[in-house]
């Protein structure tokens, strides 16, 4: 699987828009984008997922550049609720042999201040 | 419906002691992971079941044992518990194979000492 990076830490004012960088330089054609988050202490919740064109659902809004190296999810009006760790994770859409499944990284930790 | 449920939520646990934590799910899901999380770490997968009688170990396995002799349940056991163990534990269902649609427990907060 593509490795991702992502920045630590990030702020955003209530209300306002949230755009979450990942970089995955490595991508390969049949790898997806995709996007969980974790609320504190809570498991993680699936948010959103696309391979190249843009994506939308009422949780979030996901942008793939067009040559597929890095991605933004945008939270379109950020609420306190929004305030979590958010997981990019790239990989194909399923898997066929033994290994590593769905993993995580550190992710980002957005933080919603009123 | 409940989802994902684990038991029990909390759990001190001395050096050397046993125990199994307890992981349901009401989907009818096939496929069922078992993760840990250090502080302020990611996700790491321990073992997984893609059915009923079908398991395999995944990024760290060791010190851990899993069965899944039905659908609903995977339970996962600690054998000899280290401080290295203290952890806590997301259990979690997918309908598919598919990346997206993973459904997590809220977790178990173990500590050994």
């Known amino acids: 699987d593509a490795k991702t990076t992502q920045p630590p830490s990030m702020d955003c004012a209530e209300g306002r828009a949230a755009n979450l960088p990942c970089n995955h330089s490595?991508?390969?054609?049949?790898?997806?984008v995709y996007w969980y988050r974790q609320i504190h202490s809570q498991g993680p919740q699936y948010i959103i997922h696309?391979?190249?064109n843009n994506e939308t659902n009422e949780m979030a809004s996901l942008i793939i550049t067009e040559d597929r190296k890095s991605s933004t999810l945008i939270l379109p009006h950020a609420t306190l609720r929004d305030t979590a760790v958010y997981y990019c994770?790239?990989?194909?859409?399923?898997?066929?042999?033994?290994?590593?499944?769905?993993?995580f990284g550190e992710g980002t930790q957005l933080t919603v201040n009123p | 419906n409940a989802g994902v449920t684990q038991t029990p939520k909390f759990r001190i646990l001395k050096i050397g002691q046993s125990m199994t934590l307890q992981c349901a799910q009401d989907?009818?899901?096939?496929?069922m992971y078992w993760y840990r999380q250090d502080p302020g770490m990611g996700l790491k997968l321990i073992y997984y079941?893609?059915?009923?009688?079908?398991?395999d170990k995944g990024e760290v396995p060791n010190g851990y044992n899993v069965s899944r002799s039905t659908t609903e349940d995977f339970p996962l056991r600690l054998e000899l518990a280290a401080p290295s163990q203290t952890s806590v534990y997301f259990c979690?269902?997918?309908?598919?194979?598919?990346?997206?649609?993973?459904?997590f427990g809220s977790g178990t907060r173990l500590t050994v000492v």
């Open positions: 979690a269902s997918s309908y598919s194979k598919q990346a997206y649609g993973y459904t």
């Open positions: 490595t991508i390969s054609g049949n790898e997806y």
């Open positions: 696309g391979l190249k």
């Open positions: 994770i790239v990989r194909v859409e399923g898997w066929e042999t033994s290994g590593s499944r769905l993993t």
């Open positions: 989907m009818n899901h096939n496929y």
């Open positions: 079941s893609v059915g009923a009688g079908i398991t």
